[in-house]
């Protein structure tokens, strides 16, 4: 998709080693620098983590890390450890970049809904692969390092608002869904944050992806 884009956009992204298993990219039209450090030997190859930093208009150094957590399975323990490593790992990152003061902006579909209020069906969901304590507890960590759900934030202490709905069922149409895409401000970048929206389509056939894009204003 990326040869679709002008040459004004600046793309860092990564795949896979497997084919098909994942990927994900930062975009900007700003210029970007690959500062991508890998979460350790075991993610190398994986697609699920790249980071770009640019510059704000003032020269503040901002770096962008694009994620994506595997869904997990609450009967496999072998796929759950993996997930919740790499939460950890994650968590480890943003903890050494909150040390150093970083403006960073982590986003991504973090496939963990962290409370009741991100998922409409919870009680129906519980003991589920998405919907841990364990897996919450590592969202816990990165708030307690003072980053902010920018979502949540913004979103306010109501249900929702939901970034991802089956394609079974009437889930789109009766809004029972999850809110697992996350933009996490780093304490130094939160107080420039503006607003948050998630462009939910306006129906079922309008829809391109069963998650819906989530985006964030910052004054920089």
């Given at each position: 998709?990326?040869?679709?884009?002008?040459?004004?956009?600046s793309v860092?992204?990564?795949?896979?080693?497997?084919?098909g298993?994942?990927?994900?990219a930062?975009a900007?039209?700003s210029?970007?620098?690959?500062?991508?450090?890998?979460?350790?030997?075991?993610?190398?190859?994986?697609?699920?983590?790249?980071?770009?930093?640019t510059?704000?208009v003032?020269?503040?150094?901002?770096t962008?890390?694009s994620?994506?957590?595997?869904?997990?399975d609450?009967?496999?323990a072998?796929r759950?450890?993996?997930?919740?490593?790499?939460?950890?790992a994650?968590a480890?990152?943003?903890?050494?970049?909150?040390?150093a003061?970083?403006c960073?902006?982590?986003?991504g579909?973090?496939?963990?809904a962290?409370?009741?209020?991100?998922?409409?069906?919870w009680k129906?969901?519980?003991?589920?692969a998405?919907f841990?304590?364990?897996?919450q507890?590592r969202?816990?960590?990165?708030?307690?390092?003072?980053?902010?759900?920018?979502g949540?934030?913004?979103?306010?202490?109501n249900?929702?608002p939901?970034?991802?709905?089956?394609?079974r069922?009437?889930?789109?149409?009766?809004?029972?869904?999850?809110?697992?895409?996350?933009?996490?401000?780093?304490p130094?970048?939160?107080?420039a944050?503006l607003?948050?929206d998630?462009?939910?389509?306006?129906?079922?056939a309008?829809?391109w992806?069963?998650?819906?894009p989530?985006?964030?204003t910052?004054?920089?």
């Amino acid at each position: 998709m990326f040869t679709d884009l002008d040459t004004e956009w600046s793309v860092v992204e990564t795949t896979a080693e497997a084919k098909g298993r994942a990927g994900v990219a930062v975009a900007a039209r700003s210029k970007l620098e690959d500062s991508t450090e890998p979460l350790g030997d075991r993610f190398r190859t994986a697609g699920r983590w790249v980071e770009a930093t640019t510059e704000s208009v003032d020269g503040t150094e901002l770096t962008v890390c694009s994620s994506y957590v595997h869904t997990g399975d609450a009967n496999d323990a072998d796929r759950m450890e993996e997930k919740l490593a790499f939460l950890d790992a994650i968590a480890d990152r943003l903890d050494a970049y909150a040390a150093a003061g970083r403006c960073v902006l982590l986003t991504g579909d973090l496939n963990v809904a962290h409370d009741w209020r991100d998922i409409k069906n919870w009680k129906g969901n519980r003991g589920k692969a998405g919907f841990l304590p364990e897996e919450q507890a590592r969202l816990d960590r990165i708030r307690d390092l003072g980053y902010v759900d920018l979502g949540r934030r913004f979103g306010g202490d109501n249900p929702g608002p939901y970034t991802w709905w089956s394609w079974r069922g009437k889930a789109f149409d009766n809004d029972a869904g999850w809110r697992i895409d996350y933009l996490i401000a780093s304490p130094a970048l939160a107080p420039a944050a503006l607003g948050v929206d998630v462009h939910r389509a306006p129906t079922y056939a309008a829809r391109w992806s069963d998650h819906a894009p989530v985006v964030a204003t910052f004054d920089l």
